[in-house]
T-cell receptor
Framework: DQQVKQNSPSLSVQEGRISILNCDYT??????FLWYKKYPAEGPTFLIS?????DKNEDGRFTVFLNKSAKHLSLHIVPSQPGDSAVYFC????????????FGTGTRLQVFP | GAGVSQTPSNKVTEKGKYVELRCDPI?????LYWYRQSLGQGPEFLIY????????DSGLPNDRFFAVRPEGSVSTLKIQRTERGDSAVYLC???????????FGSGTRLTVV
């Protein structure tokens, strides 16, 4: 049973436009959510996180939105840049960064000029 | 070191053989995690160490898998009697417990032939 779902395996966006990556989860006990970015042959790198007590967290071009009632979160990247092309993983945890993470299957983002 | 180091980066072994995968975490990070990523999937939790002890080993798929961290720093993931289904990228991550997520290594790509 996939507790964290990323239903879009790929997304293609023009440079300068907004990229929106979506993630759904089923376990209401999750209270901490993270986004990771992964380039080929590298490990995932932490991008941004959000605690369940918030509904938005922003860091530069990246904003994560959390809708607890819908068990849905999204990552917005604006403006998108070619260097953002990578696989993005959503992850969830039951505790503040000290517990195991449950990852989604990833969304491959391609930003074209 | 500056990041999480995993060796070897690639390992090809014959079915039935024993392998060891090594992880050097970031100095001072007390938490260490092993994940496994199969093709087209997100990272899947295997085991989590807090210091020298395994705080959560619920992700180890069976008793052929074992991990140690004897001095609370370097960790070794050991796989006995390897099977073709063990082929995956094995990722190690470490954390200081802060709110910035894990730091992952680049992984060891294990191929069982």
């Amino acid at each position: 049973d996939q507790q964290v779902k990323q239903n879009s395996p790929s997304l293609s966006v023009q440079e300068g436009r907004i990229s929106i990556l979506n993630c759904d989860y089923t376990n209401s006990m999750f209270d901490y959510f993270l986004w990771y970015k992964k380039y080929p042959a590298e490990g995932p790198t932490f991008l941004i996180s959000i605690s369940s007590i918030k509904d938005k967290n922003e860091d530069g071009r990246f904003t994560v939105f959390l809708n607890k009632s819908a068990k849905h979160l999204s990552l917005h990247i604006v403006p998108s840049q070619p260097g953002d092309s990578a696989v993005y993983f959503c992850a969830a945890s039951g505790a503040y960064n000290t517990d195991k993470l449950i990852f989604g299957t990833g969304t491959r983002l391609q930003v074209f000029p | 070191g500056a990041g999480v180091s995993q060796t070897p980066s690639n390992k090809v072994t014959e079915k039935g053989k024993y392998v060891e995968l090594r992880c050097d975490p970031i100095s001072g990070h007390t938490a260490l995690y092993w994940y496994r990523q199969s093709l087209g999937q997100g990272p899947e939790f295997l085991i989590y160490f807090q210091g020298t002890g395994a705080a959560d080993d619920s992700g180890l798929p069976n008793d052929r898998f074992f991990a140690v961290r004897p001095e609370g720093s370097v960790s070794t993931l050991k796989i006995q009697r390897t099977e073709r289904g063990d082929s995956a990228v094995y990722l190690c991550a470490s954390s200081s417990g802060g709110g910035d997520g894990y730091t992952f290594g680049s992984g060891t790509r294990l191929t069982v032939v």
